[in-house]
């Protein structure tokens, strides 16, 4: 280097990897790219964040525009394996040519019934737990007496006829980087995996359904098999108990299948997958980040898992929003570091995004300070801005595509008639204004929903809201179901209704006197309660707390009457939610705030015998 030549300091990209195990993932952040690591949790100032866990709504909005983090709130429309059998249920109602490409499900126990009436004598099932992974809690059964009823559980009709290599079941992992919700922005990755199970496959019998290894395909499950082959030479990917996609894709061509025909087969269930979420991931992003015009601040790398069938139809089985990025061998190191590598290159992360931020902030806060109003664009400008946006990451986009191709955008229009009908059914779901979805932003018409969605729908909904016609009241909750089929929708659609021990369960078993009916108000709203306020949209879109309160009055038989004040006071009830730090709008008790948005009205109907004294327990007031 010359005396006196001052090279210019490289802008630093903070990424926080303080949320994930996986060394491949810090590796690639630090020696590929030239990010700085900071492996604080709590600390905000990143630029670009890596986490092993879910991210919640509440973790999203906190966000600055500029930020990225690897997970959508509401991915578990699809990772969880009930919530996935559901959405994929409902689609196939509405379209049954199209969504056929996952073994016939049922979840328990709410479907506890169709199960029972589909049982088929010498038929196989396969039950696993509804949010396990890696293997863990799967078994086969034959014989509907094996199956507890009240357990959460899926079950699936067991796929008899697998593809086979070298006499092995296998699957493939397939990653995919969703890249933004609204509009979706799919890219699938040439690099994949093969994972073989250890025991030769033979039909399930009631010999041979216990041996795991030869029914599963899972890493975990067979890796400890005696039997098991690791793969030691990168290079030499078709040989061992886990192979490249590429490897197993030469495989199937050489023994005469169409592998493009294949993988085109395996993208459109992919796009098919991801449509029955849209609706739910862009409400939440929107939701979190309204001000936000680059639908960028959310990525995914998904791992779909699919089999394919003797006639090599590809059948999905489970989508993974956190697969493993262990690296046990060194094929697993070269797949899954070229993976994550290419997903953090294709995303863009520039540090003047960060000062863009801030500039721009500034600006804002001069222009209030000047003019006392807080100046927003129209409409048309925000579009216009949109449309720049997206331009511009087409262009990075398509210029920093790696190993990826990109899915969706495309030009067939069917994915469009997708997202359309699984807004329709989140409309039907929700309850969201039917004036609102009469109106789609393109201006086409919503699809009439057949009789057997809506009767699905009408299942998994919360009871009914009956708002009474006068104005200044509030909605009161009427159930319209029988308390036996509320209590198995609470059981099998509602997270925080975990065990027998829910307040709908304590409530069917206790009298209906008022000292048990004021018990039972207090344990079930400090059980109940969300915990934190990123729970909160999870809890709203089945009971909101106040229907909650007066749905257990009710069912303990207990007489209403209206009471009216600008205080909110609730008889013996303790809130279970941690002190805000930042004041918002709703109801407070010096300690926790309830956000307006929980569904606490200023209205709450009470059993009789309470005094005024004794609504003045807590003394909720507004803030």
Known sequence: MEAGVVTKKRPIIVCNVGDTQYEVVKHVAEKSLGWHLTDDFLDDDWDIEWTDNSVSPDKLSKMRQYQ???????????????????????????????????PKTWVLPGDWIDLKNSWAKNKFF??????????????????????????????????????????????????????????????????????????????PNVHNMHDMCMHLTNYAVNKNNSKFVFNEDSEADNIGHKRSLASTLDYLQEEGYDTDALMRSIEDIIMKTLCSVQPYLA???????????????????????????????????????????????????????????????????????????????????????????NIKET???????????????????????????????????????FIKGANDIY???????????????????????PKAVKQSISK???????????PNKIPVVFPDINLDRHL????????????????????????????????????????????????????????????HIQEAIYRSNAKYKTFEAPVLQIHSIKLNMPPVKHHEPGFSNGKNIIPKNSGVPTKIRFPDGISLQERKTLNFKFV
Not at 81 to 100: E, G, H, T, V
Not at 159 to 186: E, M, Q, S, T, W
């Open 488 to 547: 198995a929708h609470l059981q099998t659609e509602d997270p925080l209704y975990k065990n027998d021990n829910s307040p709908m369960t304590t409530l069917k078993k206790e009298t209906s006197t008022q000292n048990k009916c004021d018990n039972i108000l207090s344990r079930s709203a400090k059980a109940d309660t969300p915990a934190r306020p990123d729970v909160l949209e999870t809890y709203e879109n089945r009971l909101s707390l106040v229907q």
């Open 283 to 373: 409400h939440l992003y929107n939701s979190c980040q309204p001000e936000d015009n680059t639908n960028s601040m959310c990525f995914e790398l998904l791992g779909f898992d699919v089999i394919l069938d003797k006639t090599l139809k590809p059948w999905v089985l489970e989508v993974n929003h956190s697969p493993s990025f262990s690296t046990d061998s060194p094929l697993d190191w070269k797949i899954k570091k070229k993976a994550i590598k290419d997903s953090l290159e294709l995303l863009g992360v520039m540090a003047k995004n960060r000062k863009k931020y801030f500039l721009e902030k500034k600006a804002e806060a001069m222009k209030r300070a000047l003019t006392g109003k």
């Open 427 to 449: 409309t039907e779901l929700t309850g969201t204004n039917k004036a609102r979805a009469k109106k789609p932003q393109d201006g086409s018409q919503p699809i009439n929903l």
């Open 126 to 203: 396969i039950l696993k737990p509804e949010a396990s992974s890696q293997g863990r809690g799967i078994f086969l059964v034959n014989k509907l007496e094996d199956i507890n009823p009240n357990e959460r559980f899926v079950a699936q009709e067991y796929l008899k006829d697998p593809l086979l290599i070298d006499g092995l079941k296998f699957d493939l992992r397939i990653y995919v980087l969703l890249a933004g919700c609204n509009p979706l922005r799919v890219y699938i990755h040439d690099q994949g995996l093969a994972r073989l199970a250890t025991e030769p496959f033979s039909p």
């Open 460 to 470: 998994s909904v919360s009871p009914t809201v009956l708002i009474n016609k006068k």
């Open 379 to 417: 409409k048309e400008q925000k579009a216009q801005m949109i449309n720049l946006a997206q331009a511009a990451r087409d262009n990075w986009e398509n210029s920093h595509l790696g190993g990826f191709r990109k899915l969706y955008p495309c030009e067939d229009e069917k994915y469009k008639v």
């Open 68 to 102: 990225k983090i690897n997970h959508f709130p509401g991915m578990y429309g699809i990772c969880k394996k009930n919530y996935l059998a559901w959405n994929l249920n409902r689609m196939s109602k509405l379209f049954p040519n199209d969504y056929n490409f996952y």
